[in-house]
């Protein structure tokens, strides 16, 4: 059963979406990497911006609301900036970082002096969808996104001077870049509508705001089919660097071609930023990559301990700054005094740095789909293996690693699920279009069933005589349900509505008595009666100003325990029959998937990079495999102890060194 976060995928590539990683890297031969002081150790960098003069560098948290001030040239701490009781959704800093400019979370746009403290309030009053900031690097004005427009304002009285907005727009502004001399504004579009034109989904605008109307409808210059990323300008302003679907890209202004398509294996490639100089680029990802301008090659890559969101350079261009796990980081000296006098970068550092710890997967799968992976599933007897790829289905052979049956579900994201008790049959669910049960063996039809619309997931009942669906926000009454059918004959013997929008990561209990799953809206598991449709617990419990992020939930086999995901929680384990809390653990990694082995003394958990497996009982990580692509799933192979992975990452076993469990004997 796939887990599912949202009802809106979430994308990576796109730098409104901060991804945490973490990789326990041991950096060998590496330059030394400090993080900033006066900053919490459990601190994750949630925005990052800094002064039109390169001056001052502004820092905020996802645990805290506060926003540190450092000295970008020495990396000294400055001092601290406090929001009050909001807490600062974009950032931005004056021309020369005496003023913070910051969206709050309930609707105002602030600006905060950062020596007095005093504020002043520019927009609110009923704006509630303030976006993207960008302060003009050379003026006391602001730039900000309020959903698809624009409008540029006066940092101090809050005069409007301009408002931009593309009537053909349906989506919203995901950043907004000034110009160097503070003439121009470059807006970075994004819209997932599926009524548009791909080519209509995502575009870089370029504004002129030297001009003295106040209303602005046609940019100066489109370019369509791109954006998204993360965006700069180079420091003489006629070009443009962009981040997208992992590659970097150089847009020249004055030509307006494309001069430099630069692909890399990063498929998490997010922010791009130009030395002060203009001699050289710095991209964030899985590695910080630095880029000569002249060649456009790579001259050095740094490892960090999760994927850096953010970079910038210092004031004198030896120094790049960026986002880890335990605040804001900066290299030391990663331009030595050499590469000043024009020695190229790349004949002063190694370019390939070596990574220990990250090892490549193991018993790579001589068939790999055509595309990358979104969830796999071996059935009971470890025979066959379902693989989910896009809209496509496909079974391979246990043994012979084969591809043995496929199916192109018409419809988007499809869900899977094997019947327990008859190995070749899986359910296959698509997001409008029912579920149906095939023999992949003689690739007949068994059963299909009309089920609700918004199909977020499929769930065979241990004794695959039921089969339970779980349903989003597209029922009539836009309420989530769950439906439990009849896996012989079709007909539907439960269905239960829910309070939250949409219902996801079904499990059942091992005796069938029993459905959990994640109420999407309340970031809860919730517990129905399997024969009643009847609620009979929801944990955690639910707090509206401090939600919990919980999006998926598994039993384990011996039916004792229930095991919830989260974010911002990590890992909870919660007795089946009381439903209390009764141990908790985290991990560094993000957790994209979770499976209990057959035993259920092992949990196996798909970070975005790594593979981890931990001791239930005790909470202990017991092996962590590194891989050098993301991950999406994992399964456990019923009969011995290796696990399926599979993502961006080649579909391929891992090996756990853990003791096969010795069956009880039956009274």
């Known amino acids: 059963m796939k887990r599912v976060r949202s009802i809106i995928t979430s994308v990576v590539r796109y730098r409104w979406l901060t991804v945490l990683l973490a990789l326990a890297l041991v950096l060998g031969g590496l330059t030394s990497v400090t993080a900033y002081d006066q900053q919490s150790n459990s601190d994750s960098v949630y925005k990052l911006t800094v002064s039109g003069d390169k001056s001052v560098i502004a820092v905020a948290y996802y645990e805290d609301s506060r926003v540190d001030l450092f000295d970008n040239q020495t990396g000294d701490y400055i001092r601290s900036v ?69 409008t540029v304002i006066s940092s101090t009285t809050g005069e409007t001077i301009h408002q931009i907005l593309d009537p053909t727009h349906r989506g919203m502004i995901v950043g907004l870049e000034w110009s160097p001399d503070g003439q121009r504004l470059l807006s970075n579009f994004y819209t997932s509508q599926l009524i548009l034109s791909e080519t209509d989904k995502r575009q870089l605008q370029i504004w002129d705001l030297s001009s003295e109307e106040m209303f602005l ?42 001069v430099a398509e630069l692909p890399t294996n990063d498929h998490l490639l997010t922010d791009v930023a130009w030395s002060p100089d203009g001699s050289k680029l710095a991209t964030g990802g899985q590695v910080i990559r630095i880029w000569n301008s002249a060649d456009w090659q790579i001259a050095r890559e740094i490892l960090n301990d999760k994927v850096a969101v953010y970079v910038q350079w210092s004031q004198d261009g030896r120094h790049v700054s960026y986002d880890g796990l335990d605040g804001l980081h900066r290299d030391e000296a990663l331009v030595p005094d050499s590469a000043l006098t024009g020695t190229p970068m790349a004949n002063l550092v190694d370019a390939t740095p070596s990574i220990e710890g990250i090892q490549p997967p193991l018993d790579e799968m001589p068939v790999q789909p055509d595309s990358a992976i979104e969830y796999i599933s071996w059935n009971h007897t470890g025979t066959l293996l379902a693989v989910v790829t896009d809209d496509l289905v496909t079974v391979f052979d246990g043994q012979s690693q084969q591809q043995v049956w496929e199916y192109a579900v018409d419809d988007y994201r499809p869900q899977i699920s094997w019947n327990p008790q008859v190995p070749t049959q899986l359910a296959v669910a698509g997001y409008e279009s029912g579920v149906e049960v095939w023999d992949v063996q003689t690739g007949a039809l068994v059963l299909a069933l009309e089920t609700a619309s918004w199909l977020q997931d499929v769930a065979y009942s241990p004794d695959g005589s039921r089969i339970a669906t779980a349903h989003g926000l597209g029922t009539p009454d836009f309420a989530a349900m769950v439906q439990v059918w009849n896996a012989l004959n079709g007909q539907l013997i439960t269905e239960t509505r829910s309070r939250s929008r949409y219902i996801a990561s079904l499990t059942w209990s091992p005796i069938g008595d ?7 809206d309340f970031n809860q598991a919730i517990v129905w009666n ?29 039916g004792n325990r229930i095991v919830t995901y989260g974010d911002n929680v990590g890992f909870s384990l919660w007795d089946a029959d009381t439903y209390e809390l009764q141990t908790t653990f985290s991990l560094a990694d993000s957790g994209n998937d979770m499976e209990f082995n057959t035993a259920g003394d092992l949990l196996a958990v798909a970070g975005i990079f790594s593979v981890h497996v931990i001791e239930v009982a005790t909470g202990t990580v017991i092996t962590e495999q ?30 756990v060194d853990w003791p096969t469990p010795t069956p009880t004997p039956a009274p």
């Not at 029993?514 to 999407?520: L, T, V």
């Not at 009643?532 to 939600?547: K, L, M, S």
């Open 82 to 150: 406090d929001p009050g009781p909001s807490v600062p959704a974009w950032i931005a800093l004056s021309p020369n970082g005496d003023r913070l400019a910051y969206s709050a979370s309930n609707g105002n746009l602030v600006v905060a002096n950062t020596t007095s403290g005093s504020r002043n309030r520019l927009l609110g009053e009923g704006v509630i969808q303030i976006g993207a900031l960008a302060w003009s690097p050379v003026r006391d004005e602001i730039a900000v996104a309020i959903g698809s427009g624009i």
């Open 217 to 258: 409808s046609t940019p100066i210059l489109t370019i369509v089919d791109r954006g998204g990323g993360g965006t700069a300008w180079s420091p003489d302003g006629t070009q443009i660097a962009l981040t997208e679907d992992g590659s970097l890209a150089i847009f020249n202004l004055v030509t307006e071609t494309f």
């Open 514 to 520: 029993r459905i959990a799953g994640i109420a999407g």
């Open 530 to 558: 399997a024969a009643t449709g009847e609620d009979i617990a929801a944990f955690p419990r639910y707090d509206e100003d401090n939600p919990e992020s919980v999006w998926q939930v598994r039993w384990s086999p011996q």
């Open 626 to 655: 590194m891989m050098p692509e993301q991950i999406e799933s994992i399964a456990w192979h019923p009969d011995r102890n290796t696990l399926s992975v599979g993502g961006l990452v080649p579909l391929a076993e891992v090996e």
